[in-house]
């Protein structure tokens, strides 16, 4: 019977370097293959090239790279491209490559659906099927930057984690794919430029700033008083706002990373002037920046998008009361890249 192959890319340096010794290779090989892997991004043991071709087939034959590979890109009329990524079990999850005038963002998911069924998600109608790895984060971020490199001729500036899934229940793999990003071995790019967005889990938040991470964190608001939120959004059920808003405080004090809200107004359920007031009192509880995201409706829910008369006063609310509110129009609505969309469609 076959050997199972180990997927190479769960090993520690140490772990590799005894798995090198075992193959009766010379430990810095180890090295090597782990730059190949995490600096160089290699998604084959074929494009390893300062490695003899024999040491290459011995690494094939006891070991899986499971990248995740490009399986369906679509461009927006605005430039946004979204990505169907299948992983090595057949799996789809989605990223988006969001250009604007001074960044290149990736948008990239964290599960391969979702189980906290927000209302207005097309994510949340599909229950979570498995959690992504590290390496599966990492990737999706490495086939972005190429993406827009080959299309923009720019890097990747920003990365969110506002794709598929609830990045704090798949906690550990989401932190150590951070790692692999941002770790000088690794791509090495600034945590201060990642924001992992969570639909509030106040014990999960706490444990963040315990683990002094270094990125920033955006909480999906919506809406600022219990009622409304625990309709729109049930995770707001075991998880209220006096709870998440006190973990983002001891988030915030733990690390002094930025904090935003993301807030989609809703034609008729989150955007009167008694709303405005709600989210003017939260943001006196909490040192966040909001940000009000426009709507695009999808097919499973029956929610629509605010006027412009409604957003305008709403807005113009917040900002008497020396709030700051950016407007986020969205990008991509052509192919279902938007907030709150990707559903594999
Ligand atoms: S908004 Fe985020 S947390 Fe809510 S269902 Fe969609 S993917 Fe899950």
Known sequence: MEQQKIAIRTLTLEELSAEIENLGEKK???????EWLWQKSAFSFDEMSNLSKELRLKLDERFSINAIVVDLTQKSSDGTIKCRFKLFDEYL??????????????????????????????????????????????????????IALEHYTLPLTN??????????????????????????????????????STAGIAKMIRKLGDDAVKFNLALSLHAADDIKRSALMPVNDANNLEDVMDALNYFYDKTGNKITFEYILFDGINESMEDARNLVKLCRKVPAKINIIEYNTIREADYHK????????FISYLEHHDV??????????????????????
């Open 93 to 146: 999850v989605e990223g988006v490559l969001i250009p604007s005038e001074n960044r290149m963002t990736a948008c990239i998911s964290s599960q391969v659906g979702c189980n906290l069924g927000c209302k207005f998600c097309a994510t949340g109608y599909m229950r979570t099927k498995r959690n992504l790895t590290p390496y599966e984060i990492y990737d999706q971020v490495v086939l972005l930057n190429r």
């Open 159 to 196: 990365i969110v984690f506002m794709g598929m899934g609830e990045p704090l229940l798949n906690y550990a793999n989401v932190l150590k794919g951070i790692d692999r990003i941002t770790a000088e071995d690794g791509l090495h790019m600034s945590a201060k430029r990642i924001t992992v």
């Open 28 to 34: 810095f090989r180890a090295r090597q293959v782990y």
């Open 306 to 313: 605010s006027d412009e008369d409604h957003r305008e006063k």
């Open 324 to 345: 700051v509110a950016k407007v986020r129009r969205s990008r991509g609505k052509d192919i279902a890249a938007a907030c709150g969309q990707l559903a594999n469609k």
